[in-house]
């Protein structure tokens, strides 16, 4: 299948700094793209879905200035939390709509752990 | 609303064993139905989805799920069980959105196969 890697796979930051979190589709191209946040022991959860070259569409209750989503290229999107708190602290994975020959697929991340100290 | 619900927190089956894991849903219109496979510190692995067709969907690593529209139910189930299957397994609903779809998870359940 699709590959999507995602760029640090962990990071370790102050609180009040901000942390970019890359995700790449490999060798497709991938006009949407979803940010998903996993708690530990925990379902993930839905933040947001970046489309190529507009807006984000955010989930309710995911704080657009606290977590910006930017989706330049069709093979990039960048998730960057600012100013970063202990309570940020998570498991953050992004994935990738596919459509093809098999109808439309979703591949995922390896995803990046954030420790906000 | 739609919703996975996943009622076990945790499987615990002896190796050699079937295994179940349970998924009942809750959409409107025609399910899209997923399972994932998730290893400590990785993201989510595809196992086998249905869309439509037969009941029985068989995925990776010898993992089946059925589809049972009158339960609304899509458990998973091997026939016999891998300590390597030890692992948190999601199951997940497809579902319309604006602009497209999206998928929504189960709470998931982590797997225990004793050798």
């Known amino acids: 299948g699709a590959v999507v890697s995602q760029h640090p796979s962990r990071v370790i930051c102050k609180s009040g700094t901000s942390v970019k979190i890359e995700c790449r589709s490999l060798d497709f191209q991938a006009t949407t793209m979803f940010w998903y946040r996993q708690f530990p022991k925990k379902s993930l959860m839905l933040m947001a879905t970046s489309n190529e070259g507009s807006k984000a569409t955010y989930e309710q209750g995911v704080e657009k200035d606290k977590f910006l989503i930017n989706h330049a290229s069709l093979t990039l999107s960048t998730l960057t939390v600012t100013s970063a708190h202990p309570e940020d602290s998570s498991f953050y994975i992004c994935?990738?709509?596919?459509?093809?020959?098999?109808?439309?697929?979703?591949?995922f991340g390896p995803g990046t752990r954030l420790t906000v100290l | 609303a739609q919703s996975v619900a996943q009622p076990e927190d945790q499987v615990n089956v002896a190796e050699g064993n079937p295994l179940t894991v349970k998924c009942t849903y809750s959409v409107s219109g025609n399910p899209y139905l997923f399972w994932y496979v998730q290893y400590p510190n990785r993201g989510l692995q595809f196992l086998l989805k249905?869309?439509?067709?037969?009941?029985l969907v068989k995925g990776s690593y010898g993992f089946e799920a059925e589809f049972n529209k009158s339960q609304t139910s899509f458990h998973l189930k091997k026939p016999s069980a891998l300590v390597s299957d030890s692992a948190l397994y999601f199951c997940?609903?497809?579902?319309?959105?604006?602009?497209?779809?999206?998928?929504?998870f189960g709470a998931g359940t982590r797997l225990f196969v004793k050798a």
């Open positions: 994935s990738a709509r596919v459509t093809g020959l098999a109808g439309v697929e979703q591949f």
């Open positions: 249905y869309i439509t067709g037969d009941n």
């Open positions: 997940a609903v497809r579902v319309l959105n604006t602009g497209g779809f999206k998928t929504i």
